[in-house]
């Protein structure tokens, strides 16, 4: 099948920068978007950074300027630099990709497990 690996997470003091990996891999036949959704506690997930397969990204209000999603050359693997960190970032953070399967040819919907990022002093 598909498996989504996430890392890259930690703590950071605000005005810190980590950087987010997820790598995609399986039976996978094409991938049309990837993307990064968060979640904080109490709060409904929502989307940070996405980039489709035509290398158009779009940024949620909150983070343009500085955060910048990116994709390796197979385009299998995407991050997400994340600079001038606020407290308001700590969230967990979700890798999600669009994806054909390559037997089933079936398109859905594809979830990493998570990685906590925390901005605190």
């Known amino acids: 099948q598909v498996q989504l690996v996430e890392s890259g997470g930690g703590l950071v003091q605000p005005g810190g920068s980590l950087r987010l990996s997820c790598a995609a891999s399986g039976s996978i036949r094409s991938i049309y978007a990837m993307g990064w959704y968060r979640q904080a506690p109490g709060k409904q997930r929502e989307l940070v950074a996405k980039?489709?397969?035509?290398?158009?990204?779009t940024y949620a209000d909150s983070v343009k300027g500085r955060f910048t999603i990116s994709r390796d050359n197979a385009k299998t693997t995407m991050y997400l630099q994340m600079n001038s960190l606020k407290p308001e970032d700590t969230a967990v953070y979700y890798c999600?990709?669009?994806?054909?399967?390559?037997?089933?040819?079936?398109?859905?919907?594809?979830w990493g497990q998570g990685t906590q990022v925390t901005v605190s002093s």
């Open positions: 999600n990709v669009d994806l054909r399967l390559q037997y089933t040819l079936r398109r859905g919907d594809y």
């Open positions: 980039s489709t397969s035509g290398s158009s990204t």
